[in-house]
């Protein structure tokens, strides 16, 4: 699976609620970056970090929150504040320069 | 902002003929250029991927080609199978440092037997 994994693999939520996506790498990348992807359309990226304790906006940083503690750990979450929620989430690491390893992804679903 | 336009959106081919994916991209310091590959409910994984210090790369049916005047890059696909049938996403790395992508909206190819 490419050492990078995301759980879960099916999230459904209610409205109003925030909930915690998990994304953790085992290749010693330094870059993490999650990624949102809504049917029939490309990635677009939500947050990104270079190393421990730093991250930034990517374009759609507005609903979600995310923390850099460890170097293997990027978690995202997506609060009330999200309007659209529902998507696939793709968490993907790297090193400078270098190709991205995407995660299998976690299919949020809001009600 | 920085921009990736992939172009067709969808393409259709029979088996054995080729295919072509076309990108442009707006930040003229970019130097990294990686083709993804999508299966249905799937992760992207890498296919193919350029450095600015080339001009072509190959791997066996899939071929990239760049064209920095221009501003261009390519994705060619030959001797199609039908488990070539995904969608392809197109990158561009964008200067500054943080190793950001900018992907294509991405190309749907249908390879009929």
């Known amino acids: 699976d490419g050492g990078i994994t995301q759980s879960p693999k099916y999230l459904f939520r209610k409205e109003g609620q925030n909930v915690t996506l998990s994304c953790e790498q085992n290749l010693n990348h330094d870059a993490m970056y999650w990624y949102r992807q809504d049917p029939g359309q490309g990635l677009r990226l939500i947050y990104y970090s270079q190393i421990v304790n730093d991250f930034q906006k990517g374009d759609i940083a507005e609903g979600y929150s995310v923390s850099r503690e460890k170097k293997e750990s990027f978690p995202l979450t997506v609060t009330s504040a999200q309007k659209n929620p529902t998507a696939f989430y793709l968490c993907a690491s790297s090193n400078q320069g270098n190709e991205q390893y995407f995660g299998p992804g976690t299919r949020l679903t809001v009600t | 902002g920085e921009n990736v336009e992939q172009h067709p959106s969808t393409l259709s081919v029979q088996e054995g003929d080729s295919a072509v994916i076309k990108c442009t991209y707006s930040d003229s310091a970019s130097n990294y250029f990686p083709w993804y590959k999508q299966e249905l409910g799937k992760r992207p994984q890498l296919i193919i991927d350029i450095r600015s210090n080339v001009g072509e790369k190959k791997d066996q049916r899939i071929a990239v080609t760049l064209n920095k005047t221009a501003k261009h890059f390519s994705l060619h696909i030959t001797e199609t199978q039908p488990e070539d049938s995904a969608v392809y996403f197109c990158?561009?790395?964008?200067?500054?440092?943080?190793?950001?992508?900018?992907f294509g909206a991405g190309t749907r190819l249908a390879v009929h037997p």
């Open positions: 990158a561009a790395i964008v200067s500054g440092g943080y190793n950001k992508l900018i």
